[in-house]
């Protein structure tokens, strides 16, 4: 009798440096931000502010605003902004980037610029359409002799059987070899929750039948109900595209200016340059389906962390593109105070952004951490990682935090693990803390070497 390990599907994902973040923890009864919830610690003004603009976001009465995170390196803006993206939700379009990837010698820094603008910009297209859906009880594929085979295996597929099953009755459909294909794509297999379009022949996967649900289950797969009324039936399939999605599925010469046409060729893979005459094309098209109640526009987030690295140039363009009917609502993070404005030679401003460009933002500020809140951040990443960090040894790390800083600390955590592994011990205490803090040196301490020891580096 051969036994074998049933191993997990759940996928194993890396720890990032935000993967603890879950949302912006707020109380949903009174609005006000919880000191400890959804990864996120202190900084409850911030936050507060924040969930204010997800709700505006989700009432769609903040497109064409921008927002200013504004606070001290290392006092959680993008974490913050992270959370915000959480919290809105999968549907809602959230593009990062920073300030300096504007900066190529292939493209220009306005067509960086307004192709992450588009891509924060989502629509919803609702279609009828003609499909068959149900539970998938039997998946069958026919092979016959192939003809014009040369190989040993002579066979091929010629059509599939697929019987699907609703809470009304069940029907078996007999599919052309490229839907089977479509059917692969999708890991479809008996048990899951299936759609299929009668005309185009594509294959949607809903999920698993909650039939098939139990407590024991290894994969975390999401179960869906079995379907109600009919086999074969009229839907509304809706589909959630970018404008930067059509942009690119549409990006040859003379775009087309019809809307099948625009959705036909959004799953082609074309590199042509996105013209504007293109996408004011794309923008009428959209309009005028937006109007008739086909399609709804979704405004989604832009984040520019590091936002003092963009030029005047830069912001002069940003200035033009929030004001236009396709725009995103924008969400900077800046640790910088009065410095020049990039682009110019002795302009000095708050953030290093013009005047008349901070005057449209709502700035929302961050704080440093103190002490107790570096320790709660300190054991909710040490929780995440699965280390274990005695009561002194916390301690430590919290003085660590506030003398030098929150990143330092949280950098101290691995390294203070594996030699505390190499100790024989199973928690890291205060002596590995002391060990790997000789090793590597803070900002500050390092700074300070450099001034004692001035003479024996380069200028």
């Known amino acids: 009798m051969k036994i074998e390990e049933v191993q997990s599907s759940t996928k194993k994902l890396r720890i990032a440096a935000h993967s603890h973040i ?9 609005g006000d931000a919880l000191n400890s919830a959804d990864g996120l610690i202190g900084q409850k003004d911030s936050r507060e502010a924040m969930s204010l603009i997800c709700d505006l976001i989700n009432c769609k009465k903040m497109a064409g605003r921008s927002v200013l995170l504004a606070g001290p390196p290392g006092s959680g803006k993008t974490a913050i902004a992270m ?34 603008i588009r891509r924060s910009i989502g629509i919803k297209i609702r279609e009828q359409k003609e499909v068959y859906e149900g539970e998938v009880v039997e998946l069958t594929p026919i092979e016959t002799e192939d003809p014009m085979s040369t190989g040993t295996y002579s066979k091929t597929v010629s059509h599939v059987v697929v019987t699907l099953r609703t809470a009304k009755g069940q029907k078996t459909l007999k599919l052309d070899t490229s839907i089977y294909e479509n059917i692969q794509k999708a890991q479809v297999t008996v048990g899951d929750v299936i759609y299929v379009e009668a005309t185009s022949g594509s294959v949607k ?6 039939q098939y649900a139990t407590d024991y289950d290894l994969e975390a797969d999401e179960f869906v109900p079995v379907p109600r009324g009919d086999v074969h039936k009229k839907r509304e399939v809706i589909q959630d595209v970018t404008l930067h999605d ?39 098209v959209v309009n005028r389906y937006i109007d ?18 963009l030029d005047l140039e830069c912001f002069t363009y940003l200035h033009r593109a929030l004001e236009s009917n396709f725009a995103p609502i924008c969400v900077f993070a800046t640790n910088r105070g009065n410095t020049v404005i990039r682009g110019t030679d002795d302009i000095v401003a708050p953030h290093g952004m013009p005047l008349d460009f901070i005057d449209r933002l709502m700035i929302v500020r961050t704080k440093q951490y103190n002490q107790e809140e570096i320790k709660e951040i300190i054991g909710l990443r040490a929780q995440v990682e699965g280390i274990t960090i005695n009561k002194e040894a916390m301690e430590v790390f919290g003085e660590i935090g506030a003398e030098s800083s929150l990143r330092y600390t949280m950098q101290l955590l691995t390294p203070s693990t ?25 900002a500050k301490r390092s700074a300070v070497m450099l001034k004692n020891n001035s003479v024996n580096y380069m200028k």
Not at 22 to 29: A, T, Y
Not at 205 to 210: E, I, N
Not at 425 to 435: C, H, Q, S, V, Y
């Open 22 to 30: 879950k949302g912006l923890g707020i109380d949903p009864e009174t």
């Open 246 to 284: 059509l942009d690119i599925a549409n990006s040859k010469a003379g775009g087309s200016s019809e809307f099948q046409s625009l959705m036909s060729s959004f799953n082609k893979n074309r590199k042509t340059e996105i013209t504007d005459k293109l996408r004011q094309e794309i923008n009428k």
């Open 418 to 442: 594996i030699l505390a592994k190499i100790n024989g011990n199973d928690e890291i205490t205060k002596l590995e803390i002391e060990e790997v803090k000789d090793l590597y040196l803070d």
């Open 83 to 116: 959370a915000m993206s959480k919290e809105l939700g999968s549907k809602v379009p959230f593009c990062p980037m920073v300030g300096s990837e504007v900066y190529s010698t292939e493209i220009k820094k306005t067509a960086i610029l307004m192709e992450n």
């Open 205 to 210: 996967r809903v999920g698993r039948s909650d």
């Open 292 to 309: 008739q109640g086909i399609a709804e526009l979704v405004p989604g987030v832009l984040f520019i962390d590091e936002v003092h690295m």
